[in-house]
T-cell receptor, first 113, second 117 residues
Framework: DAKTTQPTSMDCAEGRAANLPCNHSTISGNEYVYWYRQIHSQGPQYIIH???NNETNEMASLIITEDRKSSTLILPHATLRDTAVYYC??????????????FGKGTLLTVNP | ETGVTQSPTHLIKTRGQQVTLRCSSQSGHNTVSWYQQALGQGPQFIFQ???????GRGNFPPRFSGLQFPNYSSELNVNALELDDSALYLC????????????????FGPGTRLTVL
């Protein structure tokens, strides 16, 4: 699976949009971009995933650049409960172990009142 | 619908001992993965079980072993515990996914905090 690069930490004001960047310059054609988050002392939680089109669900939006070398997770109206470590993961669907998630260190997003 | 549960919540062991951690997968999920998360790091994949067979393994020694039962629950066993085995152990379950299906969400449990002294 391709390697990802994320900032170590970010701050955001409550009620504002949080934009979390991720670089994945070595991504290949059959690899998806996944985002998970981990609130302190809990297991990781799935947020969203995409291949090349932008995606939106009730939690967030995922914007993937046209060359697919980077993406941005957008939390449109951040709340204090969104304070967590956010992981960007690139994963392929070839091979038998296609359920494996390869986590980096992620970005610690702190939402301030 | 019950989510993924893990037991125990916390555990303290000494070097050289053996430990068994347990996981009940979410209803309808037949795949279970185990991850180790050291302090300040992201989770690292240990192995995955699908229909009671190991279906992929990360870079962990053979003293890390597992089982999956017919009801899809799972155990992680670690023999000859070392200090570096101290970590949060996470179990994740996922539903049967068709080949090529991109929707492959893994549902994580709250984890077991293992401390090796």
């Amino acid at each position: 699976d391709a390697k990802t690069t994320q900032p170590t930490s970010m701050d955001c004001a409550e009620g504002r949009a949080a934009n979390l960047p991720c670089n994945h310059s070595t991504i290949s054609g059959n690899e998806y971009v996944y985002w998970y988050r981990q609130i302190h002392s809990q297991g990781p939680q799935y947020i969203i995933h995409g291949l090349k089109n932008n995606e939106t669900n009730e939690m967030a939006s995922l914007i993937i650049t046209e060359d697919r070398k980077s993406s941005t997770l957008i939390l449109p109206h951040a709340t204090l409960r969104d304070t967590a470590v956010y992981y960007c993961i690139v994963r392929s669907y070839s091979g038998g172990s296609n359920y494996k998630l390869t986590f980096g260190k992620g970005t610690l997003l702190t939402v301030n009142p | 619908e019950t989510g993924v549960t893990q037991s125990p919540t916390h555990l303290i062991k000494t070097r050289g001992q053996q430990v068994t951690l347990r996981c009940s997968s979410q209803s309808g999920h037949n795949t279970v993965s185990w991850y180790q998360q050291a302090l300040g790091q992201g989770p690292q994949f240990i192995f995955q079980y699908y229909r009671e067979e190991e279906n992929g393994r990360g870079n962990f020694p053979p003293r890390f072993s597992g089982l999956q039962f017919p009801n899809y629950s799972s155990e992680l066993n670690v023999n000859a515990l070392e200090l570096d085995d101290s970590a949060l152990y996470l179990c994740a379950s996922s539903p049967l996914v068709r080949v090529g299906d991109s929707y492959n969400e893994q549902f994580f449990g709250p984890g077991t905090r293992l401390t090796v002294l």
